[in-house]
């Protein structure tokens, strides 16, 4: 059976945002999507792109994966990439003018690496997908003896890692290096509502709108 959650969503969608928005699916329809803005973010159920930047149908081409990590720039390769893959059509398909890495607190990604957690399955993809990050838990050194200040510490530095990785890819330095396109690093506090933007010339993540820091 098909979730009555979605089917109820559904019809709230088509009785509400679809009649008042009619005009936009239509004109997106037919002339396609042109955001300006990539946003790569975890598939975390909890931080939804939409939901916590209010967009509308077309106005972000988003990219979601476990603990949002962007693989560094690979040629020739004949292994699947559906990260690389969504990131060059936002650049050279789309042409945006932003690519935004949304980073989050208390993700399970990052917390089954720390953790060294048992795998989910035989096939381990988890694992094998977060080793990305072990150079850079690394160069994070060992644990400052407090868990959840080890964590978040990871969780940025994951979100720099990303932004780093996005330079590696020949078209998107181009574009950066003209002034045609720019790399934004957030962090989102899940309990707190709080979103942290990083500032590219220090590295620190400050709350975005002088939002109050909750908790």
């Known amino acids: 059976m098909f979730p009555s959650r979605l089917s109820e969503g559904y019809q709230s969608f088509l009785d509400g945002r679809f009649q008042t928005e009619s005009s936009r699916y239509q004109k997106l329809a037919e002339k396609g999507q042109n955001p300006e803005i990539m946003l790569i973010g975890c598939c975390d159920s909890r ?13 972000m081409f988003v990219v979601r994966n476990v603990a949002n990590l962007v693989p ?10 559906g990260t690389s893959a969504a990131i060059e059509f936002g650049v050279n398909g789309l042409n945006v003018k932003h690519i935004v890495v949304l980073g989050h607190a208390s993700c399970g990604g ?10 989910l399955s035989q096939g381990d993809f988890i694992r094998k997908w977060m080793s990305q990050i072990e150079p850079v838990a690394q160069r994070l050194g060992g644990s400052t003896g407090d868990y959840k200040n080890d964590l978040k510490r990871l969780e940025l530095a994951v979100v720099e890692e990303s932004l780093r990785n996005l ?7 181009r574009r950066v290096e003209r002034g045609e396109l720019e790399l934004h690093g957030t ?16 590295g620190e993540f400050k709350p975005c709108l002088n939002a109050p820091v909750v908790g």
């Open 187 to 202: 962090y989102f506090g899940v309990a707190t509502g709080v979103l942290f933007l990083r500032n590219p010339d220090t």
């Open 110 to 119: 990052i917390k089954a690496f720390h953790d060294r957690a048992e795998p």
């Open 167 to 173: 330079m590696t890819f020949p078209f998107i330095r």
């Open 72 to 81: 560094p720039y690979e040629s020739g390769s004949e292994s699947h990439h």
């Open 47 to 59: 931080v939804s792109p939409e939901v916590i930047f209010d967009a509308g149908p077309g106005e």
